[in-house]
């Protein structure tokens, strides 16, 4: 669809592109919140249309679907993706999310510096909690959404900040803050109504963890 490069050496993971797909120029992306070697494509609205034409097009001898956004959710729980205004508020630090390796304190001056560093002075030895993924349920989807309240031995120690069934673990999976030293495998329940469901505490992140199928 291009003539531009768009392998490794031309555009690597996390950067981007300036290209020409057809009429249109798009800004190119190599990222990808499914977990899957893609790209985010941002175009001038007058060209979206065409755009999407296109790419359905050009993708239909590969059996290209569209997807609406729940099953983009379940995607990126699976990854152990962070969304802003769920796993990410003001409240939490980038140590207790676990993107503490996107923090360089020593660039330079920029906002909220000087409040990590003193969030990281206050926990010398790490952040007293950190974003957890649980699974929730057997294999049939979990009535949760999201905000229902997590417990261990009956005491409610956190609640759900997302919350989805994973259709490549076959479980409901979701996110919670948890004290962190709470061990991988641990039981928990989550308030579902009037019920409460059984879970764990699992691997933070499900599917591909090392990140292979992202890279191609």
Avoid: C
Avoid at 163 to 175: M, S
Avoid at 190 to 197: E, K, Q, S, T
Wanted: aromatic content about 8%; overall charge negative; cysteine-free.
């Amino acid at each position: 669809m291009t003539s531009n490069r768009v392998d490794d050496a031309a555009l690597p993971m996390r950067q981007v592109r300036a290209l020409r797909i057809g009429e249109a120029k798009v800004l190119a992306t190599r990222l990808s919140y499914a977990g899957e070697l893609g790209w985010e494509l941002t175009v001038a609205p007058p060209d979206a249309g065409a755009l999407w034409d296109a790419l359905l097009a050009a993708g239909a001898q590969h059996g290209i679907e569209p997807v609406g956004y729940r099953a983009l959710e379940s995607l990126r729980l699976e990854k152990g993706y962070r969304y802003f205004g769920a796993e990410l508020t003001p409240r939490e630090s980038p140590f207790e999310a676990g993107l503490d390796r996107f923090v360089r304190l020593d660039k330079g001056d920029f906002v909220g510096r000087d409040a990590l560093i003193a969030k990281r002075e206050a926990e010398p030895n790490g952040p007293a909690r950190r974003l957890r993924t649980v699974l929730i349920g057997g294999s049939d989807w979990a009535p949760v959404y999201g905000g229902e309240a997590v417990r261990i031995d009956g005491d409610v120690v956190g609640r759900l900040r997302s919350a989805a069934f994973g259709y490549t673990v076959g479980r409901t999976v979701g996110t919670t803050y948890l004290p962190a030293d709470i061990a991988e495998g641990t039981a928990i329940e989550v308030d579902a109504f009037a019920d409460r469901i059984a879970g764990e505490v699992a691997a933070d992140v499900l599917v591909d963890p090392s990140g292979a199928r992202i890279r191609g």
